[in-house]
T-cell receptor, first 114, second 111 residues
Framework: DADVTQTPRNRITKTGKRIMLECSQT?????MYWYRQDPGLGLRLIYY???????NKGEISDGYSVSRQAQAKFSLSLESAIPNQTALYFC?????????????FGEGSRLTVL | GQNIDQPTEMTATEGAIVQINCTYQ??????LFWYQQHAGEAPTFLSY????GLEEKGRFSSFLSRSKGYSYLLLKELQMKDSASYLC????????????FGRGTSLIVHP
């Protein structure tokens, strides 16, 4: 089983709908992140969390919200989806005290907003 | 802020050597990462450099020069399965230690 699991893996929705992407991890890491990836733009940070109930905005947080109610779970919400939020979303975890503190990514959630 | 630059696309021949460059500007430096990402899959960690010099790991090596704001990833004995995107990420010091990613280099390996 994957250490970082994202659900759903694929989702098609309509403009204005509320969407939640969920991430859970079994690595025991405190740090969790949400990135979006668009062709030609690389990975951009949406939100990150260093502990339960700790929430920090990233580079592109407008239109998104997150929740960290447990160490193992970090959910991303789009309150009212719009077409330019169509992207591949990745959850990631890290632990600065282990190895290089590299990121461990989930398998991604592909979201299409019509 | 940070500015990270890497070529958009490179092509190479199976069995050859390819070098993917990454230049960066950052107000504080706490390490540079390389990740590999196959199409439609998650990025996976390849290497980490925090001191100047070359880090070798099998067919892959990564080099860092902090004074020049420059790194490269060297892939030897290329295989078809090395066709992927290679992402350079810089971690800043002084606060959150969050890595920022470049736009990635798409490597195509031809037979």
């Amino acid at each position: 089983d994957a250490d970082v699991t994202q659900t759903p893996r694929n989702r098609i929705t309509k403009t204005g709908k509320r969407i939640m992407l969920e991430c859970s991890q079994t690595k025991g890491h405190d740090r969790m992140y949400w990135y979006r990836q668009d062709p030609g733009l690389g990975l951009r940070l949406i939100y990150y969390s260093f502990d339960v109930k700790d929430i920090n905005k990233g580079e592109i947080s407008d239109g998104y919200s997150v929740s960290r109610q447990a160490q193992a779970k970090f959910s991303l919400s789009l309150e009212s989806a719009i077409p330019n939020q169509t992207a591949l979303y990745f959850c990631a975890t890290s632990d600065l005290g282990q190895g290089a503190g590299e990121l461990f990514f989930g398998e991604g959630s592909r979201l299409t907003v019509l | 802020g940070q500015n990270i630059d890497q070529p958009t696309e490179m092509t190479a021949t199976e069995g050859a050597i390819v070098q993917i460059n990454c230049t960066y500007q950052t107000s504080g430096f706490n390490g540079l990462f390389w990740y590999q990402q196959h199409a439609g899959e998650a990025p996976t960690f390849l290497s980490y450099n925090v001191l100047d010099g070359l880090e070798e790991k099998g067919r892959f090596s990564s080099f860092l020069s902090r004074s020049k704001g420059y790194s490269y990833l060297l892939l030897k004995e290329l295989q078809m399965k090395d066709s992927a995107s290679y992402l350079c990420a810089v971690r800043a010091s002084g606060g959150s230690y969050i890595p920022t990613f470049g736009r990635g280099t798409s490597l195509i390996v031809h037979p």
